[in-house]
């Protein structure tokens, strides 16, 4: 069955704990966790002081998506923070396989994004080293936005290739997810769904997780 991983971007900050715990009540099995810089994404977000606060109020799984430049220089930080899975992005990595080697050496799970415009083929150098690849649906940086369909043939086209190739590489899809998009999404091959105003903007967080399971 698909998880969902809601994106606390768009959770009331006032009270994360209290989100996390909902969410987790209601269903969800992995948190999204997006950190942003302001230079390889025109957004900012928050760091490891906020994942480090709020680990200890839920054992669920901590997906964090690093959308920043140069993530090496901070993967020891993001582990100690409580990250279950770091992922970071083919684009802003100067050294790729050192970076995915600093998450296995930090004792987490490496993942790999790309953008609605970097063909697969970027990530075919790096299959062996990483347990998770991120399809951004939309530009990152900002929620909100709409799904972009041809995002959805690039996941089909990966998923053909892991399975041809015995790859046993979780497939997760970020942007533009809601109850009406989702089944596209796992129809095109993806194990997560994340999803942020289709949760915490709904009043029934487990009614909105479960329409996302369709």
Request: aromatic share 6%.
């Amino acid at each position: 069955m698909v998880k969902i991983s809601p994106s606390l971007l768009s959770c009331d900050f006032s009270r994360a704990g209290e989100e996390v715990k909902r969410i987790e009540e209601a269903g969800a099995e992995w948190l999204h966790l997006d950190v942003m810089d302001g230079h390889f994404v025109p957004n900012m977000s928050f760091a490891f002081p906020t994942i480090a606060s709020l680990r200890p109020h839920s054992d669920i799984v901590f997906d964090v998506h690093l959308m920043i430049t140069d993530p090496i220089r901070y993967i020891e930080r993001f582990a100690k923070a409580g990250a279950d899975y770091i992922t970071v992005h083919v684009e802003a990595c100067a050294d790729l396989h050192a970076t995915l080697k600093a998450i296995h050496d930090a004792g987490k799970k490496a993942g790999i994004s790309i953008k609605p415009d970097t063909p697969i083929d970027a990530l075919m150098d790096y299959l062996d080293e990483c347990e998770l690849i991120l399809i951004m649906s939309v530009e990152p940086g900002y929620g909100g936005q709409k799904l972009i369909p041809k995002t959805m043939d690039k996941m089909k086209r990966l998923k053909d290739v892991l399975t041809h190739r015995g790859k046993d590489i979780i497939i997760e899809v970020d942007g533009g997810i809601n109850a009406e998009t989702a089944p596209l999404a796992i129809a095109s091959g993806a194990d997560v769904l994340v999803a942020g105003s289709a949760v915490f903007g709904k009043p029934d967080y487990k009614v909105a997780i479960d329409a996302l399971r369709g």
